[in-house]
């Protein structure tokens, strides 16, 4: 399949902030406390350390076969059956990511500001906004990023700092948590891990890069960005409300906005803005978990287009989306299927990598390898 070589390594890093920052954000306080109290920054930042292993397997692999994607090359490593089930794993895991996300959106929206609405109709709202932006090409895919990038990041950083002026040093301590047990950190480390799976969009965005030889550059700036994000987000809501308060919210990066202000109080309340600059992180977080469900499924049928499958997994996605019957039991899901991912975003990849330095394969006659090695 040939991809056109125009993003650039700016883009990529962008499309990977944008991906890897979205619905998990207001709830992220809350799974680093329940697993180590006010260890929870600690369990943040030691769940960006595998997701930065296995965006540098993905990368590792990608400029190993620039002109491919997982789903192309998988079959030239482990044959052509073993990867085809791995492949339909991986679409029905990013079709499950994007009902839960999409779910989560409609939860928040209902709760927070649209009371009277349906939560159907605010799922259903916001999939079909995701499956109309996806039937643009990898290019047109790239810009919606890049569009996006200023309205995410920059809201988002001035929040955190204006809210750390309210934080209390005396409730992130002692950095490991109180009474920490093993299997609670371990749990909660893979729970934070699962909120960088985004990273998996570089399969995609290398093949279309211009200079895939410094994906991994790209990869490291598009990582680095929302891992510090999310560690200075905890570190506010924990030194903010303390480990404890935190267990009774459901969304503590929500009411850490409501408490900070502007200076000389020209917005009281943030909570409005912040919304704003979420809704915004959700739509292009559930664009790149669609866009790589329907882009991986043309690959696996060896189809040209991936735009005749724009809608047509959205009923399938919307039942999964409306199968959890409370929010209790959406985020018990959300954090079991974010585990398991991991065997498709850290373990998968990493055999495929073993695989290929066995075998020395690398892409037939792409001089870009060559260079780069």
């Given at each position: 399949m040939e991809h056109p070589r125009q993003i650039t390594v700016i883009q990529a890093a962008i499309i990977l902030i944008s991906t890897i920052i979205g619905v998990g954000v207001l709830a992220l306080s809350l799974f680093a406390v329940r697993a180590a109290d006010s260890g929870a920054p600690l369990v943040t930042l030691l769940g960006f350390v595998i997701g930065l292993i296995g965006l540098w397997l993905l990368t590792k692999l990608g400029m190993r076969f620039p002109a491919q994607s997982i789903i192309e090359y998988s079959q030239d490593l482990i044959g052509k059956w073993v990867a085809g089930i791995f492949s339909v794993l991986i679409i029905g895991f990013f079709c499950l990511l994007t009902a839960l996300g999409?779910?989560?959106?409609?939860?928040?929206?209902?709760?927070?500001?649209?009371?009277k609405t349906p939560l159907e109709v605010t799922v259903i709202v916001m999939l079909l906004l995701a499956a109309v932006s996806s039937r643009a090409?990898?290019?047109?895919?790239?810009?919606?990023?890049?569009?996006?990038?200023?309205?995410?990041?920059?809201?988002?950083?001035?929040?955190?700092?204006?809210?750390?002026?309210?934080?209390?040093?005396?409730n992130l301590l002692p950095v490991w948590g109180n009474e920490p047990t093993s299997s609670g950190i371990l749990g909660g480390v893979l729970t934070m891990a699962a909120l960088f799976q985004g990273s998996f969009v570089m399969t995609i965005v290398i093949p279309a890069m211009r200079r895939p030889e410094k994906a991994m550059l790209a990869g490291y700036i598009g990582m680095v960005i929302p891992g510090a994000l999310y560690v200075l987000i905890v570190i506010a809501t924990v030194g903010v409300f303390g480990a404890e308060e935190i267990k009774k919210l459901v969304w503590p990066t929500l009411e850490l906005a409501k408490t900070t202000s502007l200076p000389?109080?020209?917005?009281?309340?943030?909570?409005?803005?912040?919304?704003?600059?979420?809704?915004?992180a959700v739509f292009t977080t559930l664009l790149s978990t669609y866009y790589l469900a329907i882009s991986f499924l043309t690959q696996l049928l060896r189809l040209r287009d991936h735009k005749m499958f724009a809608f047509f997994l959205v009923p399938f996605i919307y039942v999964i989306a409306m199968f959890p019957q409370n929010l209790v039991e959406m985020y018990a899901i959300i954090q079991v299927v974010g585990r398991w991912g991991l065997v498709f975003t850290v373990i998968y990849p990493l055999a495929l990598l073993v695989v290929a330095m066995i075998r020395k394969r690398k892409s037939r006659g792409d001089q870009l390898v060559a260079k780069s090695d």
């Open positions: 999409s779910r989560e959106f409609g939860e928040v929206v209902v709760t927070s500001v649209l009371t090409d990898i290019t047109t895919f790239a810009y919606f990023h890049h569009f996006y990038f200023p309205v995410i990041v920059f809201p988002a950083i001035l929040i955190i700092v204006l809210s750390l002026k309210n934080a209390h040093l005396i000389a109080n020209i917005l009281e309340r943030l909570d409005g803005a912040f919304l704003a600059v979420w809704v915004t």
